[in-house]
């Protein structure tokens, strides 16, 4: 059987090599899929390689594989469709014999159907498309939730998304298949390496409307893991990939308490002990269950504050106060848990005095670790385009690749730029900041990691210069 090939697209900017802070879980997990079932499976990451259109097209000609699978939505780097496009025209001029499709493309994009009816592309699979390369391994049909492809009438078959993940046929991500060496995670988001990504459920409840989540994950149901599969990885990542620490890469970890109880259960069985962090919402916890997730080796939580403003907070539909807010970090910290704070400068409603209010609340909440970026518009808000403007170009950071700049009324961009480096230095250049972070280094590794953390954050503004 001839092999296939997923592809991530590479990055926008032309700057050098791509080292991203998220580790690609998506194309990991559609790769893994389709090795278990025995197809042999290639990865080709343009962003972190940097190989140009011209070098894959080498590279798929000595492949010669049956189809090719383009991933440009990959985990926080979320890219425009039309380059994935434009590169796929230009292959298959070459390679007319070999099918081309786009994975994981966001709900409602007319414009990945419409490239299936002008031929650009064989195929597109809206939503998480594990459902889709499980049943092409076992058939060599095109079959599966959310599939778009033409008809022998030339017609589009449309076959609805996913509503809920099978977790059955989700095998561990096949990172054998990457060089793991050029991703590198933020430094605030672990304290021990090596360090490796996974999911405990699929989708997210709440509706804040900053969020692209459901563009990609098709999920309408939260879909929780079951506990056994999620032990299961991690075991193979310790045993395979010597990692020390996980990330929970879920979009809101721990909706159902339950479930974390008896996750928290099984990590205290494991032979050998794992930390991990994961990203959540401030009002999902109390105090004993905090207590319990630190024992069972939790050691970071990254949350979204947004906005120190009550107004511009209330209008994202968040559903959290600042109070509560300053009740869970305190309570963090008591029972020995880093928080990582992350704020969105420039929302709708927002003015430079609410801004500063933000920057301010963030020094007052005193997070062990803050995160600031720039307001981002992944689909069309009425509301928002009334408040503000959106700008013409994707915006590329290490963090993430992802979004149309959104700016205010009554903004520039450069001046939200200027806000958001504000509020870097006035955070991390507070006198206590400093010692305290200078306090917790407690072996080479951590100056290592809070090295690399200031980097980061320097390439950061760089890359928005």
Same mark, same amino acid.
């Given at each position: 059987?001839?092999?296939?090939?997923?592809?991530?697209?590479?990055?926008?900017?032309?700057?050098?090599?791509?080292?991203?802070?998220?580790?690609?879980?998506?194309?990991?997990?559609?790769?893994?899929?389709?090795?278990?079932?025995?197809?042999?499976?290639? %990865?080709? &990451?343009?962003?972190?390689?940097?190989?140009?259109?011209?070098?894959?097209?080498?590279?798929?000609?000595?492949?010669?594989?049956?189809?090719?699978?383009?991933?440009?939505?990959?985990?926080?780097?979320?890219?425009?469709?039309?380059?994935?496009?434009?590169?796929?025209?230009?292959?298959?001029?070459?390679?007319?014999?070999?099918?081309?499709?786009?994975?994981?493309?966001?709900?409602?994009?007319?414009?990945?159907?419409?490239?299936?009816? @002008?031929?650009?592309?064989?195929?597109?699979?809206?939503?998480?498309?594990?459902?889709?390369?499980?049943?092409?391994?076992?058939?060599?049909?095109?079959?599966?939730?959310?599939?778009?492809?033409?008809?022998?009438? !030339?017609? /589009?078959?449309?076959?609805?998304?996913?509503?809920?993940?099978?977790?059955?046929?989700?095998?561990?991500?096949?990172?054998?298949?990457?060089?793991?060496?050029?991703?590198?995670?933020?430094?605030?988001?672990?304290?021990?390496?090596?360090?490796?990504?996974?999911?405990?459920?699929?989708?997210?409840?709440?509706?804040? &409307?900053?969020?692209?989540?459901?563009?990609?994950?098709?999920?309408?149901?939260?879909?929780?893991?079951?506990?056994?599969?999620?032990?299961?990885?991690?075991?193979?990542?310790?045993?395979?990939?010597? %990692?020390?620490? %996980?990330?929970?890469? &879920?979009?809101?970890?721990?909706?159902?308490? !339950?479930?974390?109880?008896?996750?928290? &259960?099984?990590?205290?069985?494991?032979?050998?002990?794992?930390?991990?962090?994961?990203?959540?919402?401030?009002?999902?916890?109390?105090?004993?269950?905090?207590?319990?997730?630190?024992?069972?080796?939790?050691?970071?939580?990254?949350?979204?504050?947004? *906005?120190?403003?009550?107004?511009?907070?209330?209008?994202?539909?968040?559903?959290?106060?600042?109070?509560?807010?300053?009740?869970? %970090?305190?309570?963090?910290?008591?029972?020995?848990?880093?928080?990582?704070?992350?704020?969105?400068?420039? /929302?709708?409603?927002?003015?430079?005095?609410?801004?500063?209010?933000?920057?301010?609340?963030?020094?007052?909440?005193?997070?062990?670790?803050?995160?600031?970026?720039?307001?981002?518009?992944?689909?069309?808000?009425?509301?928002?385009?009334?408040?503000?403007?959106?700008?013409? @170009?994707?915006?590329?950071?290490?963090?993430?690749?992802?979004?149309?700049?959104?700016?205010?009324?009554?903004?520039?961009? *450069?001046? +939200?730029?200027?806000?958001?480096?504000?509020?870097?230095?006035?955070?991390?250049?507070?006198?206590?900041?400093? +010692?305290?972070?200078?306090?917790?280094?407690?072996?080479?590794?951590?100056?290592?990691?809070?090295?690399?953390?200031?980097?980061?954050?320097?390439?950061?503004?760089? @890359?928005?210069?």
């Amino acid at each position: 059987m001839k092999p296939v090939v997923f592809i991530i697209p590479p990055h926008l900017q032309q700057r050098g090599r791509l080292i991203p802070s998220h580790h690609p879980i998506v194309t990991a997990t559609l790769a893994a899929v389709s090795k278990r079932a025995g197809v042999r499976t290639f %990865v080709i &990451d343009m962003g972190v390689t940097n190989r140009s259109a011209e070098q894959v097209l080498a590279d798929l000609t000595r492949l010669n594989p049956y189809w090719v699978g383009v991933v440009p939505f990959e985990y926080r780097r979320e890219m425009p469709i039309a380059p994935s496009l434009e590169m796929v025209q230009m292959w298959r001029r070459s390679l007319p014999d070999v099918r081309f499709g786009l994975f994981n493309c966001p709900l409602h994009s007319e414009e990945c159907a419409d490239a299936v009816q @002008s031929e650009v592309l064989d195929f597109v699979v809206y939503g998480d498309s594990e459902d889709c390369v499980h049943l092409w391994s076992a058939t060599q049909k095109w079959i599966g939730a959310g599939l778009v492809r033409r008809d022998e009438d !030339g017609s /589009l078959e449309r076959i609805p998304p996913i509503q809920q993940v099978d977790w059955s046929i989700v095998p561990p991500p096949a990172w054998e298949l990457f060089d793991l060496s050029r991703y590198v995670p933020s430094a605030h988001r672990y304290r021990t390496a090596p360090v490796l990504p996974i999911f405990a459920s699929r989708s997210c409840p709440f509706g804040c &409307d900053f969020c692209p989540h459901m563009l990609y994950h098709s999920s309408d149901t939260h879909s929780m893991r079951p506990i056994e599969d999620i032990i299961a990885e991690i075991v193979h990542l310790q045993q395979h990939f010597g %990692v020390r620490s %996980v990330e929970f890469y &879920d979009p809101t970890f721990g909706v159902r308490r !339950g479930h974390v109880e008896d996750l928290c &259960d099984a990590l205290l069985d494991l032979d050998s002990p794992i930390e991990w962090t994961c990203f959540s919402r401030t009002d999902l916890w109390d105090r004993p269950l905090l207590e319990r997730m630190h024992q069972a080796g939790c050691r970071s939580i990254l949350f979204g504050v947004e *906005s120190g403003n009550d107004e511009v907070l209330a209008r994202t539909q968040k559903g959290i106060s600042l109070p509560q807010v300053e009740s869970f %970090v305190a309570e963090c910290r008591q029972v020995g848990i880093d928080t990582v704070a992350s704020f969105i400068i420039g /929302l709708p409603l927002e003015s430079p005095e609410r801004i500063e209010q933000t920057i301010d609340f963030a020094k007052k909440l005193n997070p062990t670790y803050a995160q600031f970026h720039q307001a981002r518009a992944f689909f069309e808000h009425e509301d928002w385009m009334e408040l503000g403007t959106v700008s013409g @170009s994707w915006q590329e950071t290490s963090a993430s690749l992802n979004g149309l700049a959104y700016v205010p009324n009554g903004f520039s961009q *450069s001046e +939200i730029e200027r806000h958001l480096l504000k509020a870097y230095a006035g955070f991390y250049t507070q006198p206590s900041k400093v +010692i305290e972070l200078i306090s917790s280094i407690q072996a080479r590794t951590d100056v290592q990691r809070l090295w690399s953390g200031m980097r980061q954050i320097a390439t950061h503004f760089w @890359s928005l210069s």
